[in-house]
């Protein structure tokens, strides 16, 4: 039983037994950037076109819908864009902490379609550019905050990429010559979180992965991670510290009109000179997250077998005679682009008033039980890593109560019956939501040991990415419909575990997703004309 045991119990006892350091206090005007800063080194700025593509199709998938060719400048411009580029200013009243701040520029909070745990977002994207595509080949850095790209390392990097996924990579990995690189910078999210911020990281890697797996559908595209490879070889390339950034995962393009098939040629590995400037004059580094580290590194080019994932997925739910059904799931046909401009948390503006409809719970649920993170992340024989509970608060038809959602059968079946918000409101650390007020609150689980017990210690960075992405999800299908969604990390874990009767299964809960209609007319700013 490797560390990530040990961890993953303590995530899951923290609601009543704090993570050291217990008596941390973030030093907020000593945080670091929300984004990488390379001085002195040239952007070069990117399309923003494309987007049009519909949500549904990603967020339901469907076998019958067409597959385009491949990547084009445009198309990956937009979809960096459309996921982690900057694209509005949040000024909207609401009920987090941070409201008196954020008309200071300052403390603005600037909004992405990819959620991110606590607005911190630390991934970096890295495009390694092959000799096929439109640019110049090298290793270009995506600038959030200016949508363009900052070449920081000239030449063809790409065989070198290829040969740290190994050869025994998935076919896509291995005929391409086009990269995305996510690394992962740990003080961006551990200076709030500290030792809980490996895991904040995880759903961050999640969330992002979504995005793109779900924008890639809506345009006839599908991508997928490489999460196991030479960690050790790609972080030399970047010029980074694995301890203080390290890469996460490895999103292979197929782009249009490039060779079938790539030689793996051998070449002396490349490293980028250009760093990044750190704003934070004190950087703590936290042993936990760095043992977390160290033991996701460990074997990381040691590749599972496939399908052994298999033996993390959850079962089915018994039968019973008292289940709800549900109407079949259906999306509207909204750009996806609209989807992810619109995406917000509600924080504290549900109103109980509209309740949610059992259609639009079932489009929800079924967006969210779909959801993988793809490539190396699933489980080989159909299986989902994740099973959905609901706590209903007011749905029209469907009594108050908790249930398990049956994605087989489309249905619910009862679990604990009965008013369930002042069990929610109790068990939730924050007061930016009044969960009573919600229709209902999703929680997703994942069988986080069996994971670990499958493929080992590096599976963390999988179970909780998994639950980032069904999150991501859940905030695009509430979107797509209109509907008001919320993700939150802060909760008493182990109460939802007694409460669901999950002793024994080995279920963990990572995340509580109320859902509902918002008060009408709330007070905001409309920054696109201002």
């Known amino acids: 039983m490797g560390y990530a045991h040990e961890y993953a119990d303590a995530v899951l006892h923290r609601g009543r037994v704090p993570m050291e350091p217990a008596d941390f206090v973030p030093d907020w005007p000593d945080a670091p950037r929300k984004g990488r800063f390379y001085p002195g080194v040239e952007p070069y700025a990117l399309p923003d076109g494309g987007g049009t593509g519909s949500a549904a199709a990603g967020l339901l998938p469907a076998p019958d819908r067409p597959t385009g060719a491949g990547f084009t ?36 909070n600037w909004s992405r379609g990819t959620a991110g745990g606590g607005g911190l977002y630390p991934v970096a994207v890295h495009w390694a550019a092959g000799p096929s595509g439109p640019l110049t080949p090298g290793l270009h850095h995506y600038d959030v905050h200016r949508h363009a790209v900052q070449r ?62 779900v924008w890639a559908a809506a345009h006839g595209l599908a991508v997928g991670p490489v999460l196991w490879f030479d ?16 890469v996460f995962a ?36 936290f042993p936990t997250v760095r043992a977390m580290h160290a033991a996701t590194l460990a074997g990381a ?64 649920l079924a967006a969210c039980a779909a959801t993988s993170l793809g490539g190396e992340a699933g489980t080989g024989g159909g299986g989902s890593l994740v099973r959905l509970y609901v706590f209903v608060n007011h749905v029209e038809g469907i009594e108050p109560g908790a249930y398990a959602y049956d994605p087989d059968a489309g249905g619910l079946l009862p679990v604990v019956p009965g008013p369930q ?21 999703l929680v997703p689980t994942v069988r986080t040991a069996a994971v670990l017990d499958a493929v080992g210690d590096r599976g963390y960075r999988i179970a909780v990415g998994t639950a980032g992405a069904v999150a991501q999800t859940f905030y695009l299908a509430a979107s797509a419909l209109g509907v008001g969604a919320g993700v939150a990390l802060g909760f008493d874990n182990v109460s939802f575990v007694e409460r669901l009767g999950l002793a024994g299964t080995e279920e963990a809960p990572l995340l509580i997703m109320p859902l509902g209609h918002e008060r009408p007319r709330p007070a905001d700013f409309r920054h696109e004309i201002a």
């Open 421 to 441: 918000g002042d069990f929610l409101q109790a068990n939730y650390f924050l007061a930016n939501y009044n969960l009573e007020q919600a229709g209902a609150v």
């Open 250 to 285: 490895v999103v292979p393009l197929a782009w249009d009109g490039a060779p079938a098939a790539v030689e793996t040629a051998a070449a002396p590995d490349p490293a980028v000179r250009h760093r990044d400037l750190e704003r934070s004059r004190t950087v703590i580094g």
């Open 231 to 246: 960690e050790a070889r790609l972080n030399r390339l970047l010029g980074t510290a694995g301890e203080e950034e390290t």
């Open 301 to 364: 080019a040691r590749r599972p077998a496939p399908g052994a994932l298999g033996a993390a997925a959850v079962g089915p739910l018994p039968e019973g005679p008292d289940r709800v059904a549900l109407p079949a799931p259906v999306l509207p046909e909204v750009p996806v682009r609209r989807v992810l401009r619109e995406r917000r948390s509600s924080f504290g503006r549900f109103d109980a008033s509209r309740p949610v409809t059992p259609g639009e719970l079932s489009a929800v």
């Open 73 to 108: 400048l445009p198309l990956l411009a937009a979809m960096l864009k459309d996921s982690y580029g900057l694209t509005g200013r949040r000024l909207g009243v609401q009920a987090n902490s941070d409201l008196p701040g954020l008309p200071l520029y300052p403390h603005a």
């Open 152 to 213: 920081v390392l000239t030449g063809d990097v790409t065989a070198p990429v290829r040969d740290a996924l190994g050869p025994d990579a998935p076919a896509p990995a291995r005929e391409t010559d086009h990269y995305l690189l996510l690394s992962v910078k740990y003080w961006q999210t551990a200076f709030k979180y500290n030792s809980f911020g490996f895991h904040v990281v995880c759903t961050d890697v999640g969330t992002l992965v979504q995005t793109w797996r």
